[in-house]
């Protein structure tokens, strides 16, 4: 086992470039030893609450990928225990790609960006889509003050997460947590959360 965002990214094919361009050993040495990279540490929730806007990529019909850059508040990403992040679905141009996309495939992947400070955070994860009079859900989604109008909610369960241009000095920058592991730069912070969170709504 090891790091869960590269048991899904480092395919056959991308192990087999991998060897051939000279990065194999590095990552198959970092992709080792105990499960990590499926659970949010408080460096984590606090770099995604920290956010206004991010990117995810969905899979159409067509085996063609999609890519959606999704704003709003600063915070309106919400994280909802240590492997599930969620956020209120605002009205755009109404074209649906995405949602779509969910009904027959609910695999995701989204970029959290920090531009100002050259560093991202990679996700991949199954969304489901929360129906908007689901009140009890809503209301953990909702921005207070923001006039933007909500079409839904959406859930995203964490398969893999990865670091990228994060320097060890400037963890405390997005937290309190602490790096208690760290391989080629990818760090896991433990995090104290609620119990897994529980919905009945999900239509994907």
């Not at 929360?130 to 369960?157: K, N, Q, S, W």
Request: hydrophobic content about 40%; charged content about 25%.
């Amino acid at each position: 086992m090891g790091n869960r965002f590269m048991e899904i990214a480092f395919t056959a094919d991308v192990q087999r470039k991998q060897a051939e361009l000279g990065s194999r050993a590095g990552y198959a040495r970092a992709a080792g030893g105990p499960d990590w990279g499926d659970e949010l540490g408080v460096t984590e929730a606090s770099f995604i609450g920290n956010r206004d806007s991010f990117y995810m990529a969905s899979i159409g019909q067509t085996g063609w990928p999609y890519i959606q850059h999704r704003g709003g508040p600063k915070g309106f990403v919400r994280v909802l225990d240590s492997r599930t992040i969620g956020f209120a679905d605002f009205t755009g141009n109404r074209q649906y790609i995405s949602i779509g996309n969910l009904s027959g495939d609910d695999r995701v992947s989204l970029f959290f960006m920090d531009y100002a400070n050259r560093a991202r955070l990679k996700l991949f994860g199954h969304a489901a889509l929360v129906d908007a009079a689901d009140t009890e859900v809503m209301a953990r989604l909702a921005v207070p003050g923001y006039r933007a109008r909500v079409e839904r909610g959406m859930i995203i369960r964490i398969a893999g997460f990865d670091w990228r241009g994060m320097d060890e000095d400037r963890v405390g920058d997005w937290g309190n947590g602490k790096p208690n592991g760290t391989r080629d730069g990818h760090f896991r912070l433990a995090l104290e959360a609620p119990g897994p969170f529980a919905i009945s709504s999900l239509s994907v």
